[in-house]
């Protein structure tokens, strides 16, 4: 019981860990930009793709198509902001979160029309689990935590020490007061765009390198991003880690008592309960 | 042919229902619910469920179906009421998931993937297929028809001039004295039975439920009508409803000209075309194609020196 306990929450750790990355592009959107993009979805399955196509078509190692998930799915990111979500953000928050839903859909589809619904596989070496006592850790996990990890670590230096991450969480902070200063908000969107969409393309394909991918991936893992950001507290990039970790783990933990089947209702109960409780999440900003 | 028309219009009478249940909260009230797809599922299986198993008569179903949606509509209102709008976008597009993810796993209840069939339907088998299409088309007019009766009357009732209040600025409706939740709640609820009952009568129409026919998708299409036909116009849910219903069916005879493209790739189109124009209608004609009549207040003073000067 113990040892199955420990396990889970070992799993659970490294889902969070690999969860955490497109948590931390919908957050630090959602801090720029103000409003709850639901095209998270389409864009982790952009990623997914593009890393598929990168490792299986080219036949190029994880490490290289993880950054090129990133890249494709970035430049898809500010893609679509400039065409679809930008103009309609002086609309308000409600027109542009309808049509980011709409946007998730017409992407997705675009995956569909292309690869097709079967579900694909990565090119992966096969690694026996390796074994701690009665805890059983797949390799292939803890390359994703490795780069999942990496990703973070990278982000949280661009974010506290350049100049361009400064001016990033200025806009965060205060976007008044940022233009004030002379930082170019227009600028700042696209970088966060460009950032947050990477980050959700890294993270479906990382998601995806423990299982199949089909069009439906990012959609799938929609409910689990959208509650670690708001456990965390959304716009909070540390919230979205803790809250990503609170999700993997709770959602590891309910197999206990739950069938597998329910793992992304978990994510919803969680948002429920937190929204309830302390609507601003662990480490976010008023709510209301 | 006759009876695929017949079809269609039956459809789109529920679309019809789903858009002016949707036109309350959103269109009214300006509070986002992207769960319709939720409450549309909710009055669906509870009305087959009640009907199928329990024998109850498919009208008790139906306001079975209406009652359950509205009360899982008042808790999700609850919930979320005091927080700032995106949050509702998420908790509703959340529910809308949970509702599904339940829908596939309590198999000993609702049968799982595979659906619910052999739902009873108002005289089914005792009457000819064309006679029982012509006799739902009756009820689904006739529901069409109330709601939109009651609709009309909403949206010119106090309550309904509330809504708009809300919708307008929350804040000076709540400084005029106006309890702006229960308000939001209320109209919620309301919604949420509209969507329940058409969840119902589409069950009883089509004899058969499953969680796929509740994604998302159903969501985009009906606020798609909603955007289409104009915001805040009853009217107007309704020309939006027949028309998304109309481009629906329509793509469905292009299908066959686009040669060399496969089942799935004329599925991921059509659904392209829905998502994109939902998208362009926001941007470019937000107001719709039946734009809300607002009433006009007159700033300058026709009748100088009513009183006191």
Known sequence: MIAEIVQLIVNGVM???????PAIGLTAMYAVLRF????????????????YMANVQFGLPIVPSVAIAFAVAGVFGVATDEVVLKPLRPAGYMATAVASVALTIALENVVRFAFGNDQRGYDLPIFR???LGEIRIGPQQVENLAIAAAVMTALFLFLAFTRTGKAMRAVADNPTLAGIKGINAVVVARLVSFVGMGLAGLGGMLLGLDTTIDPLTGFRAILSIFAAAVVGGLGSIPGAVIGALTIGVG???????????Y????GFMAILLVLTLRPRGILGERAY | MENYLIATAVFGCIYALLTLGLNVVWGMAGIINLGLAGFFAVGAYVSALLTLKLHVPIAVGLV?????AAASGTVVALITARLRGDYLAIVTLGFSEAVRIIASNEIWLTNGTDGISGIPGPYRGQITPELFNLLFLGIVVVAVAVVMCLAERLRASPFGRVLHAIRDDEQVTAVAGKHVIAFKVKAFAVSAATMGLAGALYGHYTSYIAPDIYSPLITINI???LVAGGRGNNYGSLVGAFLVVFVLEATRFLAPLAKGLSHVQVAALRELIISVGLIVILRYRPTGLLAERRPRIRLTDDKPAAAGS
């Open chain 1, 129 to 131: 689990d390796w074994r």
């Open chain 1, 36 to 51: 709850p993009n639901f095209s998270v979805a389409s864009h982790a399955t952009v990623g997914a793709f593009a890393g």
């Open chain 1, 263 to 266: 793992r992304s209702a978990v």
């Open chain 1, 15 to 21: 889902a969070g860990t690999v969860l955490a990355v």
């Open chain 1, 251 to 261: 959602e590891e933990l309910c197999l206990l008592f739950l069938s597998p089947d």
């Open chain 2, 64 to 68: 079975a179906g209406a009652i359950v």
């Open chain 2, 223 to 225: 606020v798609l009508a």
